[in-house]
């Protein structure tokens, strides 16, 4: 099947006020193109040196999402023009991002990311820790960061009871932090090809799906 095609059964699977970030990493130019073309304006990367090179050879419309784990170091890179940052996961990232956002006269919605799933390798917050910093720093008031909602990632299972139990612990998570900050923290990014029927059965506003629209993926 075409992008476009997989882009087609993907939303006859979504509904319209679902956010659908269609993940372009380590797919070329062209491939983005194709699904721009088929009307998606969401993408998502996970490295932002990728998203750095990709960015000005595509339409200015284009809405970019970075949903990998980031290094300081490299926010400057994307500040001047990302949409949206999934995955906050310390107070020092917010402080750089927060930096970026002020020399580039930009305030850039954030989303914070939570370890949900059983696998350590998987970055995060926890709830304990998410509320100890929110307590001690200044995390919520930087003023060029908007923070919209959460992010997660559910283990890599087969086992589809896990993986609701992960997303629904992220969805109380995204309550209990919505209640201290009000309405503007309105999104729930999780799930992607495997799991995005499941996310959206338990709240997911965003879904970031790579592989079930661009084919699998060559490292
Ligand atoms: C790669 C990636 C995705 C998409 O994964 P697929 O299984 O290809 O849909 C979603 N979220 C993050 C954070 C990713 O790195």
């Known amino acids: 099947m075409s992008i476009k095609e997989n882009l087609q059964k993907v939303k006859e699977e979504t509904s319209p006020n679902i956010t659908l970030v269609a993940v372009s990493k380590t797919k070329p130019v062209s491939d983005i193109i194709e699904a721009y ?6 993408f998502g990367e996970n490295k932002a040196q990728e998203l750095q ?35 906050v996961d310390s107070y020092k990232l917010a402080k750089e991002i927060q930096k970026q956002a002020a ?8 989303l914070l990311q939570f370890h949900i799933a059983e696998e350590s390798t998987k970055f995060g917050f926890s709830k304990d820790e998410f509320f100890e910093v929110m307590k001690e720093s200044n995390l919520l008031e930087l003023k060029n960061i908007r923070f919209r909602g959460v992010m997660g990632m559910a283990t890599f299972t087969e086992d589809q009871d896990q993986i609701r139990r992960e997303f629904k612990h992220l969805k109380q998570i995204f309550d209990q932090i919505k209640d201290q900050i009000g309405p503007g923290f309105d999104q729930i990014s999780m799930g992607m090809s495997q799991d995005y029927k499941i996310a959206i059965e338990e709240g997911a506003t965003i879904i970031r799906v790579g592989s079930s629209i661009f084919g699998a993926r060559n490292y």
């Open 103 to 110: 020399k580039n006269d930009r305030v850039i919605d954030c």
């Open 37 to 42: 073309d088929a009307g998606q304006i969401d």
């Open 53 to 87: 090179k990709k960015q000005p050879e595509l339409p200015d419309d284009i809405r970019w999402h970075m949903i990998g784990h980031m290094q300081r170091n490299k926010v400057k890179y994307i500040a001047p023009f990302v949409h949206m940052i999934h995955a």
